[in-house]
C-alpha cells in the first residue's frame, strides 16, 4: 500500500507531498533496499516474530535513510531512571528515537510484541497433521484402510505377500483404475476413513480460519472456495482488517520521523476500489454530487490534470458552480427569461 505523510495547517490534514521520509517510504529505502524490500522486510518480521526493527540514519539532524535490523539482533533494556533504550548487535545502544519498531498487540508485555506464530502454534501444527494425513491418503487415492479376510490359511508369507501386492497395485495415480479382485471366498473390507470420512478438506479449512482469526484478517483472504472477485464488503472488512496493523504502525512513522503535528498514513483507496465499473460510476456520482472535482478524481487514477478539471459541478445539468453571488444572479436571470407558453395562443 502507498504510504502518505500528512501535517495539520489551520484546521485541516495536508498531504506534504514528497518529502525526503515519503520518498524513502515509497520509493528508495536506502542505498541497497527499494521501498518494497523495505517494507516487505519490516512487515515479514512483524507478522513472524511479533517485531521488526530499523536504524533510523540520520546526517546531522536531516533523515538519510533507513538501515534494516535482524529481529535476533536487537533488545529492549530499561535503564534504572526508567528510561528504555535499545541494545543492538551492531550498533551498540540506541535511544527510541532512532529506531524504527514495528509490534504486533501483545496482552502480556509493555512496548514488545508477540509473535503470531507462537500464538497460532497449535493450530499450525494440526495443520500440518493434516497435510500429512492428505499426503498420505492421496497415495492411496479414494480408499482407507482394508482388511481382507480369507476361508483358509495363507501364512505370515502369505499375508506379507498380499499387503505388498495391495500396496504395489492400489497407490500412486493410477490406483484409482485398478479394481480389487478376491478369490476363493475372500472378502475386503474398509476398516480405516478415508479422506472424505475424516472430513478432511473441513478440518483443513477450519485450521485455515484459525490462522486467520490469529492475524485477524478474514479468512477468506487465506481461503476461497468460489474463486470469484471480493464484493465490497468483503473489500471493506480487508480495509478494516489491515487497519489494526497500519493504524499502528503509522503512528509509530509518525512518532519517530516527525512529530507532533504530522501523521503518516497507509493508502487503501486501491483496496476500497472495486471493479473498474463500479470505481466509474461512484467517480460519476462524485462529480455529479459536487464532492469531487474530475482533477480529483484523475488524481486517485494517476492521470494528470486538466484544463477546467478543478471547476465543481452541480445539479442534473452539470452545471460549473462557484458557490457565490454570480451563481444566484445567473439563477435569478435564468427565472425571468423563462416563457409561460399556456399565455401564448
Not at 477546467?308 to 460549473?320: E, H, K, L, S
Request: charged residues 20%.
Amino acid at each position: 500500500m502507498p504510504i502518505r505523510a500528512f501535517q495539520y495547517q489551520g484546521d485541516e490534514w495536508t498531504d506534504i507531498g514528497r518529502d525526503p521520509i515519503v520518498i524513502a517510504l515509497t520509493e528508495q529505502a536506502s542505498e541497497y533496499h527499494t521501498s518494497a524490500d523495505f517494507k516487505r522486510w519490516m512487515f515479514t518480521q512483524c507478522l513472524t516474530w511479533g517485531n521488526s526493527f530499523a536504524l533510523i540514519s540520520r546526517r546531522g539532524t536531516s533523515f538519510d535513510q533507513f538501515i534494516p535490523l535482524n529481529n535476533s539482533d536487537v533488545q529492549m533494556n530499561r535503564a534504572a531512571d526508567g528510561r528504555y533504550y535499545y541494545t543492538t548487535s551492531e550498533y551498540g545502544d540506541v535511544a527510541p528515537a532512532d529506531i524504527i519498531h514495528l509490534r504486533m498487540p501483545s496482552a502480556v508485555r509493555q512496548l514488545w510484541g508477540d509473535s503470531p506464530c507462537v500464538d497460532a502454534a497449535r493450530t499450525m501444527a494440526m495443520s500440518s497433521l493434516l497435510e500429512t494425513a492428505g499426503l498420505e491418503g492421496y497415495r492411496a487415492p479414494g480408499v482407507g484402510k482394508l482388511a481382507i479376510t480369507t476361508q483358509e490359511s495363507v501364512g505370515a508369507d502369505g499375508v506379507r505377500k498380499m499387503a505388498d501386492a495391495f500396496v504395489s497395485s492400489h497407490t500412486g495415480a493410477q490406483g484409482m483404475l485398478r479394481p480389487i479382485i478376491a478369490q476363493n471366498g475372500a472378502t475386503v473390507q474398509q476398516v480405516g476413513r478415508s479422506l472424505v470420512d475424516q472430513d478432511w478438506i473441513a478440518g483443513r479449512k477450519n485450521a485455515i480460519e484459525d490462522v486467520a482469526r490469529v492475524f485477524g484478517i478474514p479468512p477468506y483472504v487465506l481461503f476461497s472456495e468460489s474463486g470469484s472477485a471480493y464484493t465490497a464488503e468483503q473489500s471493506r472488512m480487508y480495509a478494516d482488517s489491515l487497519a489494526a496493523y497500519t493504524d499502528a504502525w503509522g503512528a509509530e512513522l509518525s512518532s519517530k520521523l516527525y512529530g507532533p503535528d504530522y501523521c503518516v498514513k497507509f493508502d487503501k483507496t486501491a483496496l476500497l476500489r472495486g471493479s473498474f465499473n463500479e470505481s466509474m460510476q461512484a467517480y460519476r456520482e462524485a462529480v455529479q454530487l459536487g464532492v469531487m472535482t474530475p482533477n480529483e478524481v484523475r488524481r486517485e487514477l494517476g492521470l494528470p490534470p486538466i484544463d477546467g478539471g478543478d471547476d465543481m459541478y452541480v445539479g442534473p445539468n452539470m452545471q460549473t458552480t462557484t458557490g457565490g453571488s454570480d451563481d444566484a444572479q445567473a439563477g435569478s436571470a435564468a427565472d425571468a427569461d423563462e416563457v409561460d407558453y399556456d399565455d401564448l395562443g
